[in-house]
């Protein structure tokens, strides 16, 4: 079944910088498109950044400049550099897939930013 791992969130102070993983299983990855979201508490979730299988990428206009999603198909995992942050980027950051009809989203990883 298809599987997503995420990795590398954690507490930095605003300004800092992490680099979040996703590593897929159960697909043939470099097949398919991957996007990570992000959910703050009492917020809808929203697409942070996507890259197609030939790795053009897309930004939300929330984080543009500051983010760079990038994927390694030899390691089935896609990355989110976020620098500059700011504790409005506080959330907990998904990743996401989708696979013919379906959907499918690691269990997120937490970011926190202190100011």
């Known amino acids: 079944q298809v599987q997503l791992v995420e990795s590398g969130g954690g507490v930095v102070q605003s300004g800092g910088s992490l680099r979040l993983s996703c590593a897929a299983s159960g697909i043939i990855f470099s097949n398919y498109g991957m996007s990570w979201y992000r959910q703050a508490p009492g917020k809808e979730r929203e697409l942070v950044a996507g890259?197609?299988?030939?790795?053009?990428?897309n930004y939300a206009n929330s984080m543009k400049g500051r983010v760079t999603i990038s994927r390694d198909n030899a390691k089935n995992t896609v990355y989110l550099q976020m620098n500059s942050l700011k504790p409005e980027d506080t959330a907990v950051y998904s990743c996401h897939v989708g696979v013919t009809w379906n959907r499918y989203w690691g269990q997120g990883t937490q970011v926190t930013v202190s100011s």
């Open positions: 890259i197609s299988s030939s790795g053009s990428t």
